[in-house]
């Protein structure tokens, strides 16, 4: 079992940067892929934002945030990063990491992900 626990959302001016945390407790995070994935106002299903995977250290990420968001992932701090630098107002939306135990390369699709966490709100606007 794992607990996942997103924290570094806000309220932010467009153009702005903002790191998220996803803090993990439970045996063995580095045998995890781990995903973000947002909700946006209004939208009832997760889109898929970036992932890392636990077996090739390969990432992936939407078109939507690809050249301004990084995950990134400290495996001996069980904790994964999301940087999201030239924020823009559509990028509003509730955050949640999430994540896989699989030695597959990780994929954006939120129904492969098994934990997840609370989610944290990011809300860009002037």
């Known amino acids: 079992q794992l607990h996942l626990v997103e924290s570094g959302g806000g309220l932010v001016q467009p153009g702005r940067s903002l790191r998220l945390s996803c803090a993990a407790s439970g045996p063995t995070f580095n045998y995890y892929n781990i995903g973000w994935f947002r909700q946006g106002p209004g939208k009832e299903s997760h889109e898929g934002v970036a992932?890392?995977?636990?077996?090739?250290?390969?990432?992936m990420y939407a078109d939507s945030v690809k050249g301004r968001f990084t995950i990134s992932r400290d495996n001996d701090n069980n904790t994964a990063y999301l940087q999201m630098n030239s924020l823009k107002p559509e990028d509003t939306a509730v955050y949640y990491c999430?994540?896989?135990?699989?030695?597959?390369?990780?994929?954006?699709?939120?129904?492969?992900?098994?934990?997840w966490g609370q989610g944290t709100q990011v809300t860009v606007s002037s």
């Open positions: 992932c890392s995977s636990s077996s090739t250290s390969g990432t």
């Open positions: 999430a994540a896989d135990l699989s030695l597959n390369p990780c994929a954006l699709g939120p129904r492969r992900y098994e934990y």
